[in-house]
């Protein structure tokens, strides 16, 4: 029973994975497509691939999400914990992608491993909780939107004297690096948080021991991110790289490049399983800034933020009732 009910968790964490991709495609590439650096399907082309390079270079935040969120009980019940926070993770990406609200997978597969953790009157560690998710949370996206906004500002000043016309296309050019680093950073935080899922109901049925990831798991999670990643996700792309402000390509990069180095900073050195969506569009955020304020629309900045706020709720209510329906079934 208890193997059959790994198989089933395993399949639904790849089913998230794959959602993860298509949800958080245009973290990677929204800005590369609205500037016209790259055309739409080379960009999820290479986000794909990037994703899954990503996914290889290391597992520490995998490791924080198997087992500093919570603690499950051992066998059926705790198997039924971590497979209704999947479905919960899995509803709020799909409804979120239907809005095209850019939310955050990371912050929805936290939220229901807290939900379904609560409804089963289960441990949650709550400090590391705050330390590792609710923190990062609050100042990531500040330092994204205040970091872009002063490496735009240096961008514009060593570039005052240039013209227009080869200084897009220039930028153009280094927005295809930028991309990459984006996907590879990508790749390297949201699929170890899959990684971690996995690895955490295999301990939990008793078919592992520790939290050392095995390579079958990063190779399935790898691929099941980068699927998704290349199936795109069009409707947040738009919300993105166009409704929230009109790019250029020296901003484009600029927002690139900063999310990039504050994903690789907080997997290396913090394991911080952070959100790539506040990351990418807080600093797009503080590169319209540099244009001038009104260059951004705040209206539709504030309804991102409202999706942010609501994710890990939204996402515990969900997971807390596909927990009550899953456990109705397998006591």
């Known amino acids: 029973m ?8 395993i399949a639904v964490a790849l089913v998230f994975d794959y959602t993860n991709g298509f949800h958080d495609a245009a973290n990677a590439i929204a800005t590369s497509i609205s500037t016209r650096a790259l055309a739409p399907r080379t ?10 390079a990503g ?4 597992t520490a935040v995998a490791t924080t999400v198997g087992q500093g969120i919570i603690t499950p009980p051992s066998g059926l019940p705790g198997l039924t914990v971590v497979l209704a926070a999947l479905v919960g993770a899995v509803v709020w990406n799909l409804i979120t992608w239907y809005l095209g609200l850019p939310s955050s997978s990371s912050h929805a597969l936290i939220g229901g491993l807290v939900g379904a953790a609560l409804a089963a009157r289960g441990t949650v560690q709550w400090s590391g909780v705050v330390k590792k998710v609710i923190i990062p949370m609050v100042v990531s996206p500040i330092v994204g939107f205040v970091l872009a906004a002063l490496f735009m500002t240096a961008l514009l000043w060593i570039f005052r004297r240039g013209k227009p016309t080869p200084l897009n296309r220039g930028f153009r050019r280094a927005q295809t690096v930028s991309a990459m680093a984006m996907a590879l950073g990508h790749g390297l935080q949201d699929a170890q948080k899959t990684m971690g899922v996995i690895v955490l109901a295999l301990v939990v049925g008793g078919f592992h021991q ?5 390579w079958w798991v990063i190779v399935c999670s790898a691929g099941a991110l980068s699927a998704g990643t290349y199936s795109g996700g069009w409707r947040i792309i738009r919300t993105l790289g166009r409704r929230m402000i ?16 504050i994903l690789y900073t907080t997997a290396f050195v913090f394991a911080a ?16 800034a540099t244009k001038r304020l009104s260059a951004v629309r705040w209206g539709v900045a504030g309804h991102i933020a409202i999706g942010w706020a609501l994710t890990i709720p939204m996402a515990a209510a969900s997971a807390a009732l596909a927990y009550l329906g899953v456990h109705a079934i397998v006591p």
């Open 246 to 261: 009109d790019l250029d390509p020296p901003r484009g990069f600029a927002a690139e490049a900063t999310a990039s180095a």
């Open 210 to 214: 520790g939290f050392e990831i095995p």
């Open 2 to 9: 208890e193997l059959a009910a790994v198989l089933v968790v």
């Open 43 to 52: 960009a999820l082309a290479i986000a794909a691939v990037m994703n899954l």
């Open 55 to 58: 996914a290889f270079l290391g």
């Open 273 to 288: 399983p952070i959100s790539t969506t506040q990351t990418i569009t807080s600093a797009i955020l503080g590169v319209g």
